[in-house]
């Protein structure tokens, strides 16, 4: 049974508050994914990784950053957290091949004040 | 970069009726189509997909059909049931060459679908 875990499912910051996101999965996927998600705007991608120390941007890199130091383990930082990055974050991954299933987390609900 | 539009934004329906969802994405390389559904408070969970080479494909109660030429592919749920209630996503994914395109995905925007028993 595939599991992908996040460090927290609710988490309450001040502006300005350097934030971590953790990502952690158990399948061995290559891939991994960051994603905010905010009613009517769907699911947007924020950074990608398809390999440890490699990462890419997504659509809405601004104001974010991403650590992958182990194939498990995918981190989204806020260097600076603003109120707009108040949001749903969902981390999901995958096998590397082009069709495969992505595997989402339970989501970090982020506020910041 | 893939854009995809995704409508409509809520959708309601009666238990036992059908319920149709569709999606546009405008970049014609594109080749692969997931659908993923979304309970309340739930993670998105992958439904059904479809690749560029087939035109159709069922599964039980759901179904998805593409239209490459028209660049649209559309969900179908047949005999709807309240535990259909949900929120659906779809999704596209390009053919660029290189690994930094593999499993990539755009989203829609979503789509709210409630059935009322």
Redo the contacts between chains.
Sequence with gaps: DVK?TQSSRYLVKRTGEKVFLECVQDMDH??M?W?RQDP??????IY?S??VKMK?K??IPEGYSVSREKKERFSLILESASTNQTSMY?CAS?????????F????TRLTVL | ?ENVE?HP?TLSVQEGDSAVIKCTYSDSAS??F?WYKQELG?????II?I?SNVGEKKDQRIAVTLNKTAKHFSLHITETQPEDSAVY?C?A?G?GAG????????????TILTVHP
């Design positions: 992908v290559e891939n994914f994603y009517g705007l769907g699911l947007r991608l990608f398809y390999d890419e997504g659509d969902l995958s096998f590397l091949d082009s069709y495969n299933e992505q989402f987390g339970p989501g | 970069g995704q934004s080749n692969y997931p739930k993670r998105p969970q992958l997909d690749r996503f999704a994914k053919s690994g930094t395109s593999y499993g990539k995905l755009t989203f829609g925007q979503g």
